[in-house]
């Protein structure tokens, strides 16, 4: 999909001063769709950035625990 393909499904709404105040996706079109997602996710990442990381070692022995 080409950049200007995905802009004419991706759409500002204006106020009355022509000021943008949200955005319009049109979802129905796959490529847009997977864009969102991308930016929930990026969104999500963003959110937990801050979060205390933990060892993957520990991660495994925790899950591995937990089936047993």
Request: proline fraction near 0%; charged fraction near 40%.
């Given at each position: 999909m080409?950049?200007?393909?995905l802009k004419?499904?991706?759409s500002f709404l204006t106020d009355a001063n022509g000021q943008k105040v949200a955005v319009q996706f049109d979802l129905?079109?796959?490529?847009?769709?997977?864009?969102?997602?991308?930016?929930?996710?990026?969104?999500?990442?963003l959110e937990r950035q801050n979060e205390p990381r933990r060892n993957f070692d520990d991660i495994?022995?925790?899950?591995?625990?937990?089936r047993n």
């Open positions: 080409t950049l200007t393909t004419k499904n991706i129905r079109n796959k490529q847009v769709q997977e864009l969102f997602e991308d930016l929930l996710d990026t969104l999500e990442v495994k022995k925790e899950i591995l625990a937990e």
